[in-house]
């Protein structure tokens, strides 16, 4: 069974900095594109960003591209983003997301999500 | 970026009705498209995707179509436990992006 769960996340005061992880098993994590999405408070869904399966490749929203930087270990299973430069919008509860590898245009970049973490929630406020 | 416009924000619907959700694309995304269900308090859950290609579990009454820039989600009877948000997010480029949501309500 897979299984995706978050940590890391709290109160940070704006202009912080923060790291997520997410510890997947049940899967062979290698393989499998990873994403994190973010939700606001009452809000909808934002993609944040996405890795290939060797991390070479990653990807990211223009709302955090040169703030958060994705990475994982594939030896430890752990997806990883680092968060700096926090705003208030940045207030979200973050889920970690694993590629449902049912196809996608590009190789390295993930395509649908068909497994997700609980969410870790990260709050930006002085 | 690519937007997606979904259609309606809510929708009101009976036991048993036929309902449809639309998202559109500011561009073509071919089928890179994936449909969503979301509960209050709870991640997100995959229905479709590639536009039309149901997810094993997923109830045969969630049916997805379209490909370019219009698609389209489709509940052919809605069920009690259907009522929820539902989300289409597009995957055709390396940076994705999701609809705003349209919140199913019981009529």
């Known amino acids: 069974e897979v299984q995706l769960l978050e940590s890391g996340g709290g109160l940070i005061q704006p202009g912080g900095s923060l790291k997520l992880s997410c510890a997947a098993s049940?899967?062979?994590?290698?393989?499998?594109?990873m994403s994190w999405v973010r939700q606001a408070p009452g809000k909808g869904l934002e993609w944040v960003s996405g890795?290939?399966?060797?991390?070479?490749?990653?990807s990211y929203a223009d709302s955090v591209k040169g703030r958060f930087t994705v990475s994982r270990d594939n030896s430890r299973n752990t997806l990883y983003l680092q968060l700096n430069s926090l705003r208030s919008e940045d207030t979200a509860v973050y889920y970690c997301?694993?590629?449902?590898?049912?196809?996608?245009?590009?190789?390295?970049?993930?395509?649908?999500?068909?497994?997700w973490g609980p969410g870790t929630l990260v709050a930006v406020s002085s | 970026d690519i937007q997606l416009t979904q259609s309606p924000s809510t929708l009101s619907a009976s036991i048993g009705d036929r309902v449809t959700v639309t998202c559109r694309a500011s561009?073509?995304?071919?089928?890179?498209l994936a449909w969503y269900q979301q509960k209050p308090g709870n991640a997100p859950k995959l229905l479709i995707y590639?536009?039309?290609t149901l997810q094993s579990g997923v109830p045969s009454r969630f049916s997805g179509s379209g490909a370019g820039t219009e698609f389209t989600l489709t509940i052919s009877s809605v069920q009690p436990d259907d009522f929820a948000t539902y989300y289409c997010?597009?995957?055709?480029?390396?940076?994705?992006?999701f609809g705003q949501g349209t919140k199913l309500e019981i009529k």
């Open positions: 997301a694993k590629d449902g590898g049912g196809g996608r245009p590009y190789a390295d970049n993930p395509g649908e999500v068909d497994s």
């Open positions: 049940g899967f062979t994590f290698r393989t499998y594109a």
């Open positions: 890795i290939s399966g060797s991390g070479t490749s990653t």
């Open positions: 561009q073509s995304i071919n089928s890179w």
């Open positions: 590639k536009a039309s």
């Open positions: 997010q597009q995957y055709n480029t390396y940076e994705h992006t």
